[in-house]
């Protein structure tokens, strides 16, 4: 059973415009977020978090934001740009600042940013 | 180097013959973490080491697998008796606090493929 969700292979945008990258989770455990990105052939890289105290978090062109209620997050990304292209994990942890900082993933969305 | 690495990246192994897969983290990170990741999923956990400690082996799927870090840096990935199911992209990742950071940092993965 998937504890971290992204419901949408792959979406495509138009150079310019918002990307919006949606996950959902079913684990009320989870009090951390994450979203990585990754180009083939490579592993992924960090892009920004969430901590479950906060509803929003920004960086630069990226923006994250936490409905705990709803157990969905998002990542909001403006504008957006043809390096953008990749594929993004969401991943969530249960236990940070803690001893132990697994994360778990969803299968991830392919974004497509067409000039 | 900066980043975390990993050799091989490619490897090619008949079924039944046992692999080792190698990561050398970043210099002084605590946290090293071995996850797997099947084709259009994403990562999964399999094992976690603080230092030289193991201290979560929950996600490794048989006992086939086998993971070390004798020294508290370099870690080795063995699987043993390989099977087509095995195949997939193998990702380290380190942290420098113990699992109490903010992020992990991947290495660019083993990519087995079990023939």
């Known amino acids: 059973d998937q504890q971290v969700k992204q419901n949408s292979p792959s979406l495509s945008v138009q150079e310019g415009r918002i990307s919006i990258l949606n996950c959902d989770y079913t684990?009320?455990?989870?009090?951390?977020f994450l979203w990585y990105k990754k180009y083939p052939a490579e592993g992924p890289t960090f892009l920004i978090s969430?901590?479950?105290?906060?509803d929003k978090n920004e960086d630069g062109r990226f923006t994250v934001f936490l409905n705990k209620s709803a157990k969905h997050l998002s990542l909001h990304i403006v504008p957006s740009q043809p390096g953008d292209s990749a594929v993004y994990f969401c991943?969530?942890?249960?236990?940070?600042?803690?001893?132990?900082?697994?994360?778990?993933f969803g299968k991830g969305t392919k974004l497509s940013v067409k000039p | 180097g900066a980043g975390v690495s990993q050799s091989p990246r490619y490897k090619v192994a008949k079924r039944g013959q046992d692999v080792a897969l190698r990561c050398d983290p970043i210099?002084?990170?605590?946290?090293l973490f071995w996850y797997q990741q099947a084709l259009g999923q994403g990562p999964e956990f399999l094992t976690y080491?603080?230092?030289?400690?193991?201290?979560?082996k929950s996600g490794l799927p048989s006992d086939r697998f086998f993971a070390e870090r004798p020294e508290g840096s370099v870690s080795t990935l063995k699987i043993q008796r390989t099977q087509q199911e095995d195949s997939a992209v193998y990702l380290c990742?380190?942290?420098?606090?113990?699992?109490?950071?903010?992020?992990?940092?991947f290495g660019p993965g083993t990519r087995l493929t079990v023939l």
């Open positions: 969430i901590s479950s105290i906060k």
């Open positions: 991943a969530a942890s249960a236990d940070h600042g803690g001893s132990q900082g697994n994360l778990i």
């Open positions: 080491f603080q230092n030289e400690a193991q201290l979560d």
């Open positions: 684990n009320s455990m989870f009090d951390y």
């Open positions: 990742a380190t942290d420098p606090s113990g699992g109490f950071g903010d992020e992990q940092f």
């Open positions: 210099s002084g990170h605590v946290s």
